[in-house]
């Protein structure tokens, strides 16, 4: 049921949200009283002083979920025993669906829409989903002659750091946490320090489905403190990291000069929106088009600004995507009537206004918006045509609202450009001919491609980047749990029977 937005500042107005650590099933302090401020990022105003967790908080909940995990009360738990845990914790989610939305919304600046439809649909689904695949994850037997049997089977790995980004923050630990604790992993939850406050609240909600103390730790801070605490922590088993490449190159080094855990990545992009020639330009292109680089104010990994245009289309397409994006509604995102919220920090904003200015430095030409106002971090969609694959806009990433619209000629130049980055996270192909469409998407070196529509898949579907994009590792589908599992080989000598 959709809120008004008188309904949705009451239940601002009445939230007191949680700022604390979470360690082995309680809410405490940092061990130095530390706490960082968080920010409302569409009025500037600061929402809460929350808890920083020290690299002794990182020990702490370390030996808190080694201690469960050896224990084996999560660990060695029946599946079945799991599955009716994690579906109780989507059952509380779905309960608390308003209340973690505006939440979720005052903390990130994300519209009010988006977070009612991820909280109350995705998040919880994704818990329910791997609850049912908890007990459907078998091992196998392997042939050999009479005197062997060889097992094959699926153990929890361990201790998992999980690093969650800012821009889909309840949306990314469901990501995460549902394969990881579903595996019987136990886990250490490092929300982005621009949006912590959901992720505290979700896990009181854990705890009250019965997840049991330490299983579940969530530590608040900044990436240089507590972020890299985790990743170089010797009993840490595992890192899953969802953010930007640079800073997943550091997981990669923090791995290296400790225990080389295991490391999964999945960071930036600059994905390709390609409209082929025999492409009809109706209303539904143009509102994937849209959508593809503005939804969520165009603060999303997989979002196809880089929009290559076949050139016998581009002047319709430019006018009619730039019609579309000035009908966006961009303000306050606690008001359903929000299409683009505010960018998450005034730091962003600052950053994707550079980009703006770029693009018209360059030569790129500005057909719409690209301006900001206030007192919050917001930006009207800026829409630029004309560019060319050398401008900085067309090869950075920039996450925030800006499509940029880039001619090609044929269809072997838009696999060439296409290819030409050094991401591959995602990439939309709109054509009329399934032929040219599978011909492309096997040689778009990318973890996603969607076809005639903008779409990253659902639960079903693997998720992750190829090159600087990403590991092999993935999120999502039963490939998700995977990573959370280590595979075991129990190698039995039989002996003949007496009497045999």
């Excluded at 025993?81 to 989610?93: E, M, P, S, T």
């Excluded at 201790?159 to 630990?173: I, T």
């Excluded at 330490?214 to 507590?226: A, C, F, Q, S």
Aim: charge should be negative.
């Amino acid at each position: 049921m959709a809120l008004t937005a008188d309904e949705t500042r009451a239940i601002a107005a009445a939230l007191v949200p949680e700022t604390r650590l979470f360690i082995a099933g309680a809410f405490t302090d940092a061990s130095d009283g530390g706490r960082f401020e968080t920010i409302n990022p569409a009025t500037g105003a600061v929402l809460a002083a929350v808890a920083h967790a020290t690299a002794a908080d990182v020990d702490r909940a370390v030996a808190a979920a080694r201690r469960v995990f050896d224990d084996g009360i999560w660990s060695r738990a029946a599946p079945e025993d799991r599955k009716q845990v994690l579906l109780r914790l989507a059952g509380l989610v779905r309960a608390h669906r308003n209340e973690l939305a505006v939440l979720e919304s005052l903390d990130s600046g994300k519209t009010i829409t988006d977070c009612l439809h991820e909280i109350g649909n995705e998040v919880p689904n994704f818990f329910q989903w791997y609850a049912e695949l908890a007990d459907k994850a078998f091992g196998k037997v392997a042939p050999t002659g009479e005197a062997n049997l060889a097992l094959i089977v699926k153990e929890p790995a361990g201790v998992v750091g999980l690093v969650l980004p800012w821009n889909f923050p309840l949306l990314m630990a469901a990501w995460k946490l549902a394969p990881a604790l579903a595996a019987g992993c136990s886990c250490i939850v490092k929300p982005a320090e621009q949006t912590p406050l959901s992720v505290l609240r979700l896990a009181e909600l854990a705890r009250e489905a019965g997840v049991p103390d330490g299983v579940l730790n969530v530590l608040p801070g900044l990436g240089e403190t507590t972020g890299q605490a985790i990743g170089r922590h010797p009993d840490i088993d595992i890192v899953s990291f969802t953010g930007s490449t640079e800073v997943g190159g550091y997981f990669l080094r923090y791995a290296g000069e400790s225990n080389l855990k295991v490391i999964g990545l999945e960071m930036g992009g600059k994905s390709p929106f390609i409209v082929l020639d025999d492409a009809v330009l109706d209303d539904g292109l143009i509102e994937h088009a849209a959508m593809s680089a503005f939804w969520n104010g165009g603060q999303n990994c997989s979002a196809n600004m880089r929009q290559l245009v076949d050139a016998k289309l581009a002047a319709e397409y430019a006018e009619r995507v730039t019609a579309r994006a000035r009908a966006f509604r961009v303000g306050d995102p606690l008001d359903p009537a929000t299409d683009i919220g505010a960018m998450v920090t005034p730091e962003h904003h600052r950053r994707v206004m550079s980009y703006i200015a770029r693009g018209s430095a360059e030569g790129a030409r500005l057909l719409s918006g690209g301006t900001s106002f206030g007192p919050g971090s917001f930006i009207e969609p800026a829409v630029f045509a004309g560019l060319t694959p050398d401008m900085v806009i067309a090869r950075e990433e920039i996450f925030g609202p800006v499509l940029g619209i880039l001619p090609v000629n044929g269809m072997a130049e838009a696999l060439r450009i296409a290819r030409d980055t050094e991401y591959g996270l995602h990439a939309s192909i709109f054509t009329r001919d399934i032929d040219r469409a599978l011909w492309m998407a096997r040689r778009l070196p990318c973890g996603t491609v969607s076809v005639n529509g903008f779409s990253e898949g659902d639960v079903k579907t693997p998720f992750g980047g190829y090159r600087r994009s990403g590991s092999l590792a993935r999120d999502n589908g039963a490939e998700a749990m995977d990573q959370y599992l280590q595979t075991k080989t129990i190698w039995i000598c039989t002996s003949k029977p007496v009497g045999a």
